[in-house]
């Protein structure tokens, strides 16, 4: 996801003892069709037809190695998949409801594979993509210049989060309880959920350390004085269970709850080439909605293929079955996969949307990285190939 950089971090972890269950898997270029890797969607229906409407392959760019908050994108990938090992990438038949739509979809790694580019600036570079996953925040700053356009968004809320040692600070239950204490709070430089705490006094500017690079050395070396920038739904298990040298359980509390709605890895595509695309994005578009919906409802088969894609792409990044399952619980109890205040699973609130605008335009403006002028929500996100009817219902 956005800011993992642990595969840089890998030798700290594994010094800490973590599990490497992603590391290690072999080098073919083919994929399997064995039980355990069959990402086919669960549900049944009509058949879909791309052929002719859509690019073939459809072409996805995650901005992460692969993990269960991308399982939208993998519930499409059909059996037949085939992976290259080189390039970071895994191709096959696009499936919905278990049928084939005619067309390849092609899913390609982010972070170290593309040298941790922003999502929307490696759009503009290599046009072969479709879509690709830009959190709200990215399509604010980069509006001006490589300007991206929302179409689904499978993740309601983000699972970015801040940790602590509850049994270091008892009396913190909140962000804005934590910022009254003397804590350190370790970040990646440059997330700009920071600079809103900051903003708005959350946190304070001599509280906040930017220099986290996705190791756990700091956190457990401080013994839990200090706090911690990460995602709900993957460091709190990874510290409880795959890092023996901190092994408890930390608290947290979800960006989110402090006002910052922003809305993750919207899958986008280039803002030019909405009419381009428009035939393809009003079958594509419900397609994505019914996969999230899909791979929440029976995650097996997609988790297994992600765990098998970690092993093979052998990058550094760890992915274990228990944190998968995790992955997968969390993303439910928090609300980060759901409807939102209707009833549609993947649209955009467009009030959410224009908030976030208002809250991170001026944080660009004194970055001197300004948005585009006049942007609105209609900019960045439009509902225009959502189906209504698509309901999330756990």
């Known amino acids: 996801m956005n800011s993992r950089k642990l595969a840089g971090a890998l030798a700290a972890m594994l010094a800490l003892g973590i599990a490497a269950a992603g590391c290690g898997g072999d080098n073919d270029n083919e994929g399997s069709d064995g039980a ?17 409407v859509c690019p073939d392959p459809v072409v996805f760019q995650t901005d ?84 991206t356009l929302g179409v689904v968004s499978p993740l309601e809320i983000s699972p970015f989060m801040i940790m602590w040692d509850p049994n270091t600070y008892p009396q913190v239950n909140t962000l804005a309880d934590l910022g009254k204490t003397d804590a350190k709070v370790l970040y990646f430089q440059g997330d700009t959920y920071l600079e809103y705490l900051l903003d708005k006094g959350i946190l304070r500017k001599n509280q906040v ?30 510290y409880e269970n795959e890092v023996p040298a901190w092994g408890k359980p930390v608290k947290y509390e979800l960006i989110n709850k402090q006002g910052y709605p922003m809305y993750p890895q919207v899958l986008s595509i280039r803002a030019g080439e909405k009419a381009q695309l428009a035939d393809c994005l009003e079958k594509l578009a419900p397609v994505l909605q019914q996969a999230q919906i899909d791979f929440m409802k029976d995650p097996k088969r997609t988790n297994d293929l ?89």
């Open 36 to 52: 355990a890797a069959q990402p086919t969607s669960t549900a049944t229906g009509a058949a879909v037809n791309l052929a002719g």
């Open 64 to 147: 992460w190695n692969p993990e269960s908050e991308y399982g939208a994108l993998y519930q499409i990938i059909g059996s037949d998949y085939t992976v290259d090992t080189d390039k970071k990438r895994v191709t096959g038949p696009l499936v919905s409801g278990g049928q084939d739509t005619g067309v390849k979809v092609e899913v390609r790694v982010g972070g170290p594979a593309i040298g941790f580019e922003p999502v929307s600036a490696q759009m503009y570079l290599d046009k072969s993509i479709t879509l690709g996953q830009v959190n709200t925040d990215e399509a604010v700053r980069l509006s001006k210049t490589q300007p």
């Open 209 to 238: 350390d930017g220099s986290y690079d996705g190791s756990p050395a700091r956190f457990v070396s401080d013994g839990g004085k200090s706090a911690q920038a990460g995602f709900a739904t993957s460091e709190p298990y990874i």
């Open 306 to 394: 992600v765990i098998e894609l970690v092993k093979q792409y052998n990058t550094g990044w760890t992915y274990s079955p228990g944190l998968a399952d995790y992955a997968i619980s969390k993303m439910g109890e928090l609300g980060i996969v759901g409807n939102g205040a209707n009833q549609t699973l993947g649209d955009f609130d467009m009030a959410r949307v224009q908030q976030m605008i208002d809250i991170t335009t001026p944080i660009f403006a004194k970055q001197n990285k300004p948005a585009k002028a006049g942007l609105t929500a209609e900019d960045i996100a439009t509902n225009e190939f959502i189906d209504e009817g698509i309901s999330y219902t756990p």
